[in-house]
C-alpha cells in the first residue's frame, strides 16, 4: 500500500433536535398543561489513535463524515433520542490542524486516545421547560443549536525511536529488512523507497525499538528536490539519527561529501534536527577487501573529523549488525530513562543517576 501522510478531510458534528410544543390531553383531566419534551443533542465527530494503523490512506476516498441529527421532543414530556457520535481511528502520530485558521488542535500519539474534533449541537427545550403560574399554556419551544462543521487537515508524523538518513542507495533498505520484520523494496538503483517503512527491532521479551527509513535525500532537498523533503518531517520524532553513507559509492561520489551535503540539508530543514544525535554508519563494507576498508574507513573519519559514535556494517552479509542493534538498545533505554521524571530519594531531593557516556567504535 502506498504510504500516505496527509490528508483533508470535512467533519460535521449533528445539530440538536427541537423541542416539542405539546399540551397534555386525557380523559377524566379537564385541565391539561404543557408536556413538550426536550430534543435531543446531535452527534459529535471524534478522531481514535489505532496503533493498527500506519498511513492516512483511508482518507484519499472517504473524506466527509457527518455524525446524525438529535431526534425533536415530543408530548408526555418524552426527550428527543440523542444521535450517536461518530469515531474515526487515525494512526498514530496524527497532527489536526483547521484548514481554514492553521490553528493546530492536537495530536494524537497513544493508541486508544480519543480527541474531539466537531461538537453536536444541543437539543432545543420543550414547552414544558417555559410554563409559570403566569404563562400557564406556554407555545414557546427553542429549536436544536446547530453542530459544528470543520474542515481539517491530517499530517501524520511517524513515531520512531531512530531514523534512517541517507543518500538513495546508502543501504538504509536493506539496513531495516536485515534487523527487523519490514521488507522494503531493495533494488540497485535510486529512490527504491518511495515511502516510509517502519520495523520492530526485538532483541528480547520486553526490550525493542522502532526504526524507520524514508526516501533517499539528495542535495538540494530542502528546496524540494527529489523526495526525501516530503518525509524529513518524519524524522523530527526520533530520539536517534543512523546517517548512513556507502563506504565505496559505485558512482564514484566522495563519502565525505555526501554526509555534508546531508549536514547541510538537515540545517536548512530543521536547525533543532540537525542537532539531534546522530551516528555514522559506514555500509557495504563487504564490497572492500580488509587493507582497503581500513584505509577507505580511516580517510573518511579524518576527512569529516568525526568525534562521535561510529559504526562499519555489511547488512547483506550481517557484520557488525549485532553490535549496532545493541548500541542503539542501550541509547534508546538511556534517553526513555532522561523523560522520566526524577527519582526523589527519601529526603524529598532529586535523586541523580548519570549517563553512560557514547564512546565511538572502531
Known amino acids: 500500500m502506498k504510504f500516505v501522510d496527509e490528508a483533508s478531510i470535512t467533519v460535521i458534528a449533528g445539530k440538536g433536535g427541537p423541542g416539542a410544543v405539546s399540551f397534555r390531553r386525557e380523559k377524566f383531566i379537564p385541565k391539561g398543561g404543557p408536556d413538550g419534551g426536550d430534543g435531543g443533542n446531535g452527534g459529535s465527530v471524534w478522531l481514535l489513535g489505532d496503533s493498527g494503523l500506519n498511513t492516512l490512506a483511508d482518507f ?134 518511495l515511502y516510509p517503512n517502519l520495523g520492530v527491532v526485538s532483541l528480547e521479551p520486553g526490550r525493542s525499538f522502532v526504526i524507520a527509513d524514508i526516501p533517499g535525500v539528495i542535495e538540494g ?66 564490497q572492500l577487501d580488509p587493507d582497503e576498508l581500513d584505509e577507505r574507513v580511516n580517510d573518511i573519519l579524518r576527512g569529516l573529523e568525526w568525534q562521535g559514535t561510529w559504526f562499519a556494517i555489511s547488512a547483506v552479509a550481517r557484520h557488525g549488525l549485532e553490535s549496532l542493534v545493541g548500541r542503539i538498545m542501550v541509547q534508546v533505554e538511556a534517553t526513555e530513562r532522561r523523560l522520566e521524571p526524577d527519582p526523589v530519594d527519601s529526603s524529598g531531593n532529586p535523586a541523580s543517576d548519570p549517563m553512560p557516556s557514547d564512546d565511538s567504535e572502531g
Do not use: C
Open 221 to 286: 532537498a530542502a528546496e524540494g528536490a527529489g523526495l526525501g523533503i516530503q518525509f524529513l518531517k518524519h524524522l523530527q520524532r526520533t530520539r536517534l539519527l543512523l546517517h548512513l553513507v556507502d563506504v565505496a559509492p559505485i558512482d564514484g561520489a566522495d563519502p565525505v561529501e555526501q554526509v555534508r551535503a546531508l549536514e547541510r540539508e538537515l540545517a536548512q530543514f530543521d536547525s533543532g534536527l540537525a542537532q539531534r544525535e546522530r551516528w555514522l554508519v559506514l555500509t557495504k563494507i563487504d
Open 60 to 193: 484519499r476516498h472517504a473524506r466527509r463524515f457527518k455524525a446524525r441529527n438529535g431526534d425533536p421532543g415530543a408530548g408526555r414530556e418524552k426527550s428527543g433520542k440523542s444521535a450517536d457520535d461518530i469515531v474515526i481511528k487515525v494512526p498514530l502520530g496524527t497532527i489536526v490542524v483547521a484548514q481554514e485558521t492553521g490553528e493546530r488542535i492536537g495530536e494524537v500519539t497513544e493508541h486508544g486516545q480519543r480527541m474531539l474534533v466537531a461538537k453536536g449541537g444541543f437539543g432545543g427545550r420543550g414547552n414544558v421547560n417555559f410554563k409559570s403560574s403566569v404563562n400557564r399554556t406556554p407555545r414557546q419551544f427553542t429549536p436544536g443549536t446547530p453542530g459544528e462543521e470543520r474542515k481539517l487537515h491530517l499530517e501524520l508524523k511517524v513515531l520512531a525511536d531512530v531514523g534512517l538518513l541517507g543518500f538513495p542507495n546508502a543501504g538504509k533498505s536493506t539496513l531495516i529488512s536485515a534487523v527487523s520484520a519490514a521488507r522494503p523494496k531493495v533494488a540497485d538503483y535510486p529512490f527504491t523507497t
